[in-house]
């Protein structure tokens, strides 16, 4: 499969002392991908974008770039090009001065250059502002000039770590649809870091879920939220009831650990029945959080599971969800999902 992807890591494990960071990640990246990597802090991200920079040798593995062994090159012969969370943009040095920068050091002629970054610029939509300099710009335009920057080198894979993670929720929420656009319209393999799962969601072609160095699961968003095959990546990426085999057993019958989305359970109208080929549970509610969209219940059932309910708001729950009330909770057993304890006993996340 190497042949075909841009990026193909095979065993790759990075130590720092004592410090596990990666360890043993096999991984391949299509040409053309959004790639996201999805994971707490200390998981070993950046370190694994470093490892494919080329700024962090392995301590055991292979990094291949569209099929070539470049694990032992330095960075400046890797096709590949970085985008870091604080920008590092040069503060004496115009826009366009910031942009033209690597084609400088590549000593590409003057005419072109003028030309490859007016067309940067304008990919990120800042055709008017070459001439300023980035303290005269706002957290998102300094953070479109950073990937001008990078794009301007026309890499075959752009590594971003976390390079939303500065700006504030709306403005990062727009850059998000624009970031996707512009690598749409680049067709730039781009491998984006970020610890925000509905940012991984919102954004990738494909997650990759990262706990302690290791790689839980790979797949598309949609795979990744309704299969989670780990506790861990149930529990990580949205909410998840995390049903321990005790509780899922009397609950869904399960001698696994289960997960169950809080959207996929319901509470049944007081005077009302659950449906025939409906599982359900009497409960007791004992908090409720108005969430704006969405009304989230914690209830508790006469099993002693804690379950998480989200229910839509124009439903108009009201009196039914008031603290101490008992309630009937019910769900579709196909949104009961087995998982494994984390990826080393992995059961697969079908049933
Ligand atoms: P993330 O980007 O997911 O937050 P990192 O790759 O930065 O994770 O770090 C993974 C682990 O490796 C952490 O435990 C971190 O402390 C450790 N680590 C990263 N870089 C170094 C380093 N240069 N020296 C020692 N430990 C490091
Ligand atoms: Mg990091």
Redesign the pocket.
């Known amino acids: 499969m190497s042949s075909g992807a841009a990026v193909s890591l095979r065993g790759v494990t990075k130590r720092?002392?004592a410090?596990t960071?990666v360890a043993g990640v096999d991984l391949d990246i299509a040409e053309g991908e959004f790639f996201s990597m999805l994971?707490p802090?200390?998981?070993?991200?950046?370190?694994?974008l470093r490892l494919i920079a080329g700024f962090e040798l392995p301590t055991a593995g292979t990094v291949l770039l569209k099929g070539r062994d470049v694990t032992r090159l330095p960075p400046f012969d890797r096709d590949v090009n970085t985008v870091f969370q604080d920008y590092a943009l040069f503060p004496h040095m115009s826009v366009a001065q910031n942009i033209a920068y690597g084609l400088r050091v590549r000593r590409v002629a003057k005419e072109e250059r003028n030309r490859r970054v007016d067309e940067a610029l304008a990919s990120v939509r800042l055709d008017e502002f070459g001439s300023r300099r980035p303290h005269q710009l706002s957290g998102g335009q300094r953070q479109r000039v950073a990937l001008a920057r990078a794009l301007v080198n026309r890499p075959a894979v752009l590594l971003l770590d976390e390079p939303l993670g500065a700006l504030d929720l709306k403005l990062r929420e727009e850059m998000q649809v624009e970031l996707k656009a512009i690598q749409q319209q680049v067709g730039i393999t781009f491998i984006f870091?970020t610890h925000d799962q509905q940012e991984a969601l919102t954004m990738s072609d494909r997650i990759a879920v990262?706990a302690d160095?290791r790689i839980e699961q790979v797949g598309t968003p949609t795979e990744i939220y309704e299969r989670p095959m780990t506790q861990f990546v149930a529990g990580f990426v949205g909410t998840s009831n995390v049903l321990q085999p005790a509780v899922a057993r009397a609950l869904v019958g399960r001698d696994a650990i289960a997960t169950i989305r809080p959207e996929h359970i319901r509470i049944v109208a007081v005077g009302a029945e659950p449906d025939a080929d409906e599982m359900h549970t009497i409960a007791t509610v004992r908090d409720v959080q108005y969430l704006g969209a969405f009304v989230r219940v914690r209830a508790e059932t006469d099993e002693g599971a804690r379950l998480v309910v989200d229910v839509p708001s124009f439903t108009g729950v009201g009196a039914d969800v008031a603290l101490g009330r008992r309630c009937t909770l019910a769900w579709s057993s196909r949104y009961v999902r087995a998982v494994g304890q984390s990826s080393s006993t992995n059961t697969g996340g079908e049933e």
């Open positions: 720092f002392g410090v960071a994971g802090s200390g998981s070993g991200k950046t370190t694994m870091v990262f160095g």
